[in-house]
């Protein structure tokens, strides 16, 4: 391992008095949580984007349901990067520390999105427009795919022992936050403007402003200081290096020489992704064709997501105490449970009884995706981590949320033009069975020393 030290030197956390610590522990957390929401606001507002504008927008000529289902095939493109993106940037993060990767991945995100509101629609060039819209949904998961694991690990590693999960759980309430502030945006651009202005330039404004993001997230970036735990072992690894003159092994082959912990916090994480994606594609689309305004659902969702960042926040606190296998295995069980009493308050035309559906089923992902970040990044040791991490998660990103839209959109519609929500709901049991056994399989980790613990 080796680190750049020359050009964005890293305070020895170690030797500063514990309030100086905690003020900059802090500071990170901070960040990680604006640069995370800044990412998911991108990233998932395309996701709402693709289940209301993009069929109509960029696959004029099909269907209603076969439009959806390729604008969800672009979405689908988006994860297909994300693996990339944690490969690459997870290996540079290894090697030359966390601060240089953030500030790449959260520049390649925002010129992308803000590009993505730029693209012409198919009514002016054709097809080209798609081809354009699946390159940058590439960039976007490239870069996503490498935001996530540093965030999450410059906020584990700046932390105290015994308070990670609560630390770590902040980048993943950028998640919901991001997505509240997207979907707030295209709703009420849906709901000020009439439909033909909206479909012609009203999706694009929420897109464009990811500039402005894009600069004050730039601006938050450039003031943290690198992981403690990174530099340290990097410090160490060097000297060991010029020592035995051995040859740094790659991040990418420590990771891969014993895939277990790669194979499980793929799996364990999973199925969180496909609820995930089913809130803010499949159930948006599904309450619109029951007969409920489009913005009336969008306002529903986005308030939901803001309750749900407390909810994240709250059972990743809970993690550090009880572990992050009991509640995120609850938190499965209890959301698989509620399916069918979610499908059917989505019909619902009470907007509240919409918020309610949506408050509760999100509340119920918090405890998945609370522990989550602390639980992926617990699983490889410091010299490997982001390259772990980042693909676990990423690859759990894929498996459980990147063909979910589709498969679920196909799977409602079913053969002989009839609609059911049983297959929809018997997919998803079944993704979370897969997930509770991983989680069951692996070691509880909220008391390994991140400092010592190897993969």
């Avoid at 901070?30 to 990233?43: A, R």
């Avoid at 407390?310 to 609850?330: C, E, I, Q, Y």
């Avoid at 056994?437 to 613990?453: G, Q, V």
């Amino acid at each position: 391992m080796s680190v750049d030290t020359a050009s964005a030197p890293a305070p020895d956390l170690a030797h500063l008095d514990p309030a100086t610590r905690r003020r900059e522990s802090r500071r990170v957390i901070l960040s990680s949580y604006l640069g995370s929401t800044i990412e998911f606001y991108d990233f998932l507002l395309y996701a709402a984007a693709s289940a209301l504008v993009f069929p109509t927008v960029f696959f004029t000529g099909l269907d209603p349901l076969a439009g959806a289902i390729a604008s969800y095939g672009t979405f689908a493109a988006g994860y297909l990067a994300r693996p990339l993106g944690g490969a690459v940037f997870g290996h540079f993060g290894d090697k030359l520390g966390r601060k240089k990767m953030l500030v790449l991945s959260m520049l390649i995100m925002g010129v992308a999105s803000t590009l993505i509101g730029l693209v012409p629609g198919a009514a002016t060039i054709g097809g080209w427009g798609a081809v354009i819209l699946v390159f940058l949904r590439v960039c976007q998961g490239i870069a996503v795919g490498g935001e996530w694991g540093g965030a999450a690990l410059m906020a584990l590693e700046h932390s105290e022992s015994g308070k990670r999960g609560f630390a770590a759980s902040f980048t993943n309430a950028g998640a919901p936050t991001g997505a509240a502030l997207g979907t707030f945006a295209l709703g009420t651009l849906s709901a000020l403007l009439p439909q033909d202005e909206f479909l012609a330039w009203g999706w694009r404004v929420p897109f464009v402003l990811s500039f402005v993001l894009l600069i004050v997230g730039m601006v938050v970036r450039a003031k943290i200081s690198e992981s403690p735990v990174f530099a340290a072992a990097a410090a160490q690894a060097e000297r060991q290096e010029r020592e035995q003159e051995k040859k740094p092994k790659l991040p990418i082959v420590q990771v891969l020489r014993r895939p277990r912990a790669l194979l499980l916090t793929m799996f364990a994480g999973a199925s969180g992704f496909g609820l995930q994606v089913l809130l803010s594609t499949f159930a948006v689309q599904y309450s619109t064709e029951a007969g409920t305004d489009r913005s009336s659902v969008l306002y529903a969702f986005a308030l939901a997501s803001i309750f749900s960042i407390f909810f994240v926040v709250w059972f990743g606190h809970l993690s550090d105490r009880f572990g992050r296998r009991p509640v995120m295995v609850a938190g499965l069980v209890l959301f698989v449970g509620f399916l069918f009493p979610l499908f059917e308050m989505l019909t619902s035309t009470n907007w509240f009884v919409l918020l309610l559906a949506f408050t509760i089923a999100l509340g119920l992902h918090g405890m998945i995706y609370g522990p989550l970040a602390a639980f992926i990044g617990e699983q490889f040791g410091t010299g490997s981590r982001y390259t772990g991490a980042s693909l676990g998660y990423q690859l759990a990103t894929l498996l459980g949320a990147g063909f979910t839209p589709t498969i679920l959109a196909t799977l409602y519609a079913g053969p002989g033009g009839g609609t059911s929500i049983v297959p929809v709901a018997v997919f998803l049991g079944a993704m979370a069975v897969v997930s509770v056994i991983a989680l069951l399989l692996t070691r509880e980790s909220k008391d390994h020393d991140l400092a010592t613990h190897e993969h």
